[in-house]
């Protein structure tokens, strides 16, 4: 029997295609391997590093350089007590151990041991000086990949350093790892198809959060004292929060964005910000002095020249902070609760006016400029990053969404109101909007940050003390509870720098209060947070710490004064 020409030319042509496919795929996979293998390479390097230091310097305490705070490490660098050398190798072994436990870093730096030969040559000793610095993977580095979990973006180094990366080694830093991300940054947990899920330094059976996870469970771990990170949603203050450490997210043009990567391009209703992570506030002060200089200025003359302000940092004045212990939207954990109350009571004690601060239309700000502002395009950006990858990690919702047509978001909106009514809303913001329609929503976010600023100067606030989501979530919950990040996703709409201090740890108490947890909606979100919050005895807990646009220092003297308050209750309250 013959086989017609069209249906045999058919059948050969979807062979063909779907050999095609099985090339690209396998073509992926070997991609995929290779670095796996380059970041299995960085690691040995770093091993051989240590090794040879240690047979070469054998009476150096790595302990005691590891135990110094940056402030002090800092000072003994620039003065010459400490060599930059022993202070390299002793967080270059450190890193070592977190990343073999954790699988934050991603790539090891070795020019960073080129760098370090020269700063000994240098004249003029920057703020930095020796100081080894992580930077996360969407931070532009010449000469590295920068690849946001994307296999598509391997093999493409970068041709030169973000200005955030010129300025540290012009202040005498030297960057010397790469840290993991999730895939497109658009995720609060750690984990992509290249490198794998990152664990949290504390707890491995929990997340680091994201999307600057890498850099919170290495700096968590004590394998970089100082690293940096990016947020455009809590991507800095998940992983600090999660990891028992400090962050700052500044306002969103502080510091250079110029050479860093963002989630989605162009997007502006959600403002992206670059920042620090360390163990203590001062740190994150230091960092700030030494990045708000001239090379900053003139690097990027986007950015204001505002340098370090001093005198507001240094200052005894007390304070008249706002404060709030929910958003109405997402139910805080008892912890997270027990941590705003017991630090209003400790700033009061020590002469500060604390003022209830009312929220309000939390509901409206998530769904209609975080999501919609995020996915004004109906999610069509957020697809095409994803085209020609091997998997869509784990935002099958999203892909579902930004793959529906209008109208059959707007059914489904309008079925499910009654039954989910946060569902809901999230399938009618995810709608392709017209120009008009984005420019009316980035009139509407302006109008919303006048009056929320309004209220703040109505109440005579300096600062504001805020929940911040907490303890850290079990590994896979964070892409479950994309509508968890109400809290820090309010202060990237606003533009207001914002720091996350750790203040307590959960108690067996709040376990016990966890087992009532119901939810503001009651919803499958909430009941899958009750979850995810569980067993979190011994974890750490923080609070945020906001301020007006522009002011960082008076945001960091807040943020110290907390640290102080909370060290001076014999450790955390």
């Known amino acids: 029997m013959r086989v017609p020409l069209p249906a045999l030319l058919c059948g050969s042509a979807g062979l063909l295609l779907l050999l095609l496919r099985w090339r690209r795929r396998r073509g992926l996979w070997k991609k995929v391997r290779q670095a796996r293998q380059r970041q299995e390479r960085s690691l040995v390097q770093m091993q051989m590093a240590v090794q040879r230091f240690r047979e070469q ?19 003994k660098l620039r003065d010459g007590s400490l060599p930059p050398e022993h202070v390299f190798y002793s967080y270059v072994g450190k890193a070592l151990q977190i990343a073999t436990e954790t699988n934050c870093i991603t790539e090891y730096l070795q ?62 830093a030297i960057p010397f790892v790469k840290t993991n991300v999730p895939q497109s940054l658009i995720s609060y947990d750690c984990k992509n198809l290249i490198f794998g899920q990152t664990f949290n330094p504390l707890l491995y059976t929990r997340s680091p959060g994201g999307s600057s996870g890498g850099e919170g469970a290495l700096v968590g771990g004590g394998g970089s004292i100082l690293g940096f990170g990016t947020d455009v ?8 929060a999660f990891c028992g450490i400090c962050a700052l997210k500044p306002t969103g043009n502080r510091l250079s964005k110029k050479g860093v990567i963002p989630s ?55 304070l008249h902070i706002g404060y709030y212990e929910t958003d109405f939207f997402t139910m805080p954990s008892p912890a997270m609760r027990r941590a705003v109350r017991e630090m209003k009571k400790l700033l009061e004690d020590a002469g500060h006016t604390l003022v209830p601060f009312e929220l309000t239309n939390v509901d409206h700000m998530v769904f209609d400029f975080c999501i919609r502002g995020m996915f004004a395009d109906g999610g069509a950006s957020f697809l095409k990053k994803f085209k020609g990858e091997l998997e869509k990690s784990s935002m099958g919702l999203l892909f579902w969404l930004a793959k529906s047509p209008n109208w059959l978001k707007t059914v489904l909106s309008w079925i499910a109101k009654p039954f989910m009514p946060r569902f809901s809303s999230i399938l ?14 980035q009139h509407e976010i302006e109008e919303f940050c006048h009056q929320f600023i309004a209220q703040w100067k109505k109440l005579n606030l300096d600062v504001m003390l805020c929940p911040m989501l907490g303890p850290a979530l079990g590994i896979g919950y964070p892409g479950k509870l994309s509508v968890a990040v109400s809290y820090t996703m309010l202060y990237n709409i606003l533009d207001f720098p914002t720091g996350v201090v750790p203040v307590t740890l959960v108690t ?13 909606f009651r919803d499958w979100w909430d009941r899958t947070l009750a979850k995810a919050f569980h067993g979190s005895v011994g974890l750490p807990v923080a609070v945020q710490c906001v301020a007006l646009p522009w002011q960082e220092e008076l945001c960091l003297r807040f943020m110290k004064e907390v640290e102080t308050l909370v060290l001076k209750t014999d450790g955390l309250v």
């Open 233 to 240: 949603g809590g991507s800095l203050r998940f992983p600090a």
């Open 111 to 172: 020019e960073s041991e080129t760098q370090l030969r020269k700063a000994k040559l240098a004249g003029k000793l920057g703020l930095l000086y020796g100081v080894p610095v992580s930077i996360k993977d969407s931070i532009n580095c010449q000469g590295h990949d920068s690849t946001l979990g994307f296999i598509k973006n391997l093999n493409k180094p970068m041709a030169e350093d973000s200005v955030l990366v010129q300025v540290l080694r012009r202040q005498g």
């Open 428 to 441: 009618r913001s995810m709608r392709a909007n017209t120009v008009d329609e984005v420019w009316s929503l």
């Open 264 to 318: 989605v391009l162009g997007q502006k209703a959600v403002v992206a910000a670059v920042g620090p992570m360390a163990k203590d506030v001062e740190s994150l002060a230091l960092c700030m002095r030494a990045l708000l200089c001239e090379d900053m200025f003139s690097l990027d003359s986007t950015v204001p020249p505002l340098p370090f302000n001093e005198e507001v940092y240094c200052s005894t004045q007390p």
């Open 508 to 520: 067996d108490e709040d376990e016990d209060e966890l087992k009532g947890y119901q939810g503001y």
């Open 57 to 75: 310097h054998p009476s150096v305490s790595m302990v005691s350089i590891l135990s110094l705070p940056l402030p002090e490490l800092s000072k």
